[in-house]
């Protein structure tokens, strides 16, 4: 303490003489700044080095202030005082640099750090340097990319410590580019007085910041409620990634237990492999209920605290939880599309045997009747006979007609025979407007075409009964695994697949086999359906 009021003292007077040597006292609005910032300086070192004993930041901001006077004293004294001062203006950005540089420890740690703190001092009592708008931003660019490069080396609490440094010398190196990228582009009196000020605003509000950081050092523990609720609020996609910038380990792993696999999966599904022992990797297992519900791989440093570990094994059994049920919600949704889609498939198949037998069972008799009423009527003795029989064979022409279509609508003949372009070409050829098939395609799945036949069937039957259209236009195309199929009209347009039960089920029929259906229908201009199908054996 007694060492501290000597400085505290010290600082006092020489900032005083160095406002009165440099100033004057005619004029406020240049020294009330300057001493601000040596005293701010000053008393946020001394705070720092009474409340953090440990660390460096303190008397790095205290010399920082107490050099931050050494310009000012250029203005008097002797010759060799004014000329020492004239060279040591900027030499408080010597500890300043070493300060950003080491926050919060203020030791140099790698050997960069090292090589950037003794140039940080050595270009300080340079004056032409920091005189040069070029060398200027050169240099704030350097500082700004040694304290990035640290903080994306750092781990755990020294990440999120070095985060506050990086914010610190980023906001100085704007300003410090700033006023010197001005001085280039503006005549010197414009930009000297209020760059000074904004310079001067920067530094208070610089060093009260990394004063509060030292001494609340929120990098040193992470509330629960804090993790809960940013964990908690976190996809499975992005939980690894949340939790990552939590714990300030951009390594970390983070998998889910599948009690019935017994492995640890990713948010993706693939199996986590965990690490042995002397991979230089940690392994943090994450219970409930005496259960494992996920695991943590990171680096060792990470959670060296224990209640640090303990708020974020209580936050991710939240979450891991949470995304082990949505991962289960999801295989249940997955199972349903599934077994929509052997539903789906099972009634095309019922349909398709139905149609087999439909035509090779009463549509044969019927054609064999048929023929039998045809040589029934040429022998007839009678007239009257004659035309009873030629009514017969009307009714049953009518009534053959009628079941080929009820067969054609329960699942195309012309399908299984020739494929879907042949099946399109059939229904074409029984539409009663001018109707154009575009069909460029390759081998299409069974599933595949019947989906898309019924498309288009669907579409055309709308086309025909509300769209007042004189031309249709039916394209299929394959690519990119999957099959394209658009019908467009030149109708009245107004579809609207909300007021459509049949333009609805087509959509679910689509969008069970993974695929996507759209309807864009303009008044007075037209209606083009589109329907994209994946062309894989099972949907994605």
Same mark, same amino acid.
């Given at each position: ?158 990440? !999120? ?12 190196? %704007? ?87 017994? %492995? ?6 693939? %199996? ?43 936050? *991710? ?88 279509? /009820? #067969? ?7 399908? *299984? ?21 575009? #069909? ?6 069974? !599933?595949?075409?019947?989906? #898309? ?13 509300? *769209? ?16 394209? %199929? ?30 996507? /259906? ?23």
């Amino acid at each position: 303490m007694r060492r501290s009021g000597l400085v505290w003292l010290a600082g006092g007077v020489l900032g005083l003489t160095a406002e009165w040597v440099g100033f004057g006292w005619g004029d406020p609005r240049h020294w009330i700044p300057d001493l601000a910032v040596g005293w701010s300086l000053i008393g946020c070192g001394l705070i720092a080095s009474v409340r953090r004993p440990a660390s460096r930041t303190g008397p790095l901001l205290a010399a920082t202030g107490l050099t931050w006077f050494a310009g000012n004293l250029a203005q008097g004294g002797g010759a060799p005082v004014a000329w020492a001062a004239a060279h040591l203006v900027y030499l408080y950005r010597g500890p300043l640099v070493q300060l950003l540089l080491t926050y919060p420890s203020g030791r140099p740690g790698s050997r960069l750090v090292r090589a950037a703190v003794a140039l940080g001092y050595a270009v300080a009592v340079i004056t032409p340097i920091w005189r040069s708008a070029g060398a200027t931003m050169l240099l704030a660019g350097l500082l700004v990319a040694v304290c990035a490069r640290e903080y994306a080396r750092a781990v755990g609490p020294l990440r !999120r410590a070095r985060r506050v440094a990086l914010q610190a010398a980023a906001g100085l190196s %704007v300003v410090l580019a700033g006023t010197a990228a001005a001085r280039l582009l503006l005549p010197p009196g414009e930009v000297s007085g209020p760059a000074l000020l904004v310079y001067e605003a920067t530094l208070c509000v610089l060093t009260g910041g990394l004063l509060a950081g030292l001494l609340v050092a929120p990098w040193q523990r992470a509330a629960v409620a804090d993790l809960v609720v940013e964990l908690g609020e976190a996809r499975p996609g992005t939980l690894r990634g949340e939790l990552a910038r939590a714990l300030g380990d951009p390594s970390l792993e983070i998998g889910y237990w599948l009690p019935d696999r017994a %492995v640890f999966v990713d948010a993706g599904g693939r %199996v986590l492999s965990l690490p042995g022992p002397g991979s230089g990797r940690s392994v943090t297992v994450v219970e409930r209920e005496a259960q494992p519900v996920a695991v943590l791989v990171h680096d060792p440093v990470v959670l060296e605290d224990q209640g640090l570990l303990e708020a974020v094994t209580s936050a *991710a059994q939240l979450a891991g939880s949470n995304a082990r049920l949505q991962a289960e919600v999801q295989a249940r949704v997955e199972e349903l599309a599934a077994s929509r889609r052997r539903i789906l498939e099972a009634r095309d198949e019922e349909r398709r045997r139905l149609e087999r037998r439909l035509h090779d069972g009463a549509e044969a008799r019927l054609a064999e009747l048929a023929v039998t009423l045809r040589r029934g009527r040429r022998s007839a003795a009678g007239q009257q006979t004659r035309e009873q029989i030629t009514r017969a064979e009307d009714q049953l022409t009518r009534t053959l007609e009628e079941l080929r279509r /009820l #067969a054609h609508g329960l699942h195309p003949r012309a399908l *299984a025979e020739h494929g879907l372009e042949g099946a399109l070409a059939a229904l074409a050829s029984e539409f009663p407007l001018p109707f154009d098939v575009r #069909a460029t395609t390759d081998q299409v799945p069974p !599933r595949v075409a019947v989906v #898309a036949y019924f498309v288009c069937a669907e579409a055309l039957a709308n086309v025909a009964k509300h *769209a007042a259209a004189s031309r249709v236009t039916v394209t299929v195309t394959t690519g990119d695994g999957q099959l394209r %199929v658009e019908i467009a009209d030149d109708g009245i347009g107004g579809a609207d697949p909300a007021r459509g039960s049949g333009l609805r089920g087509l959509a679910d029929r689509v969008e069970t086999f993974g695929g996507t /259906l759209w309807v864009e229908s303009v008044p007075g201009r037209g209606t083009r359906l589109a329907a994209e199908i994946p062309l894989g054996d099972e949907a994605t």
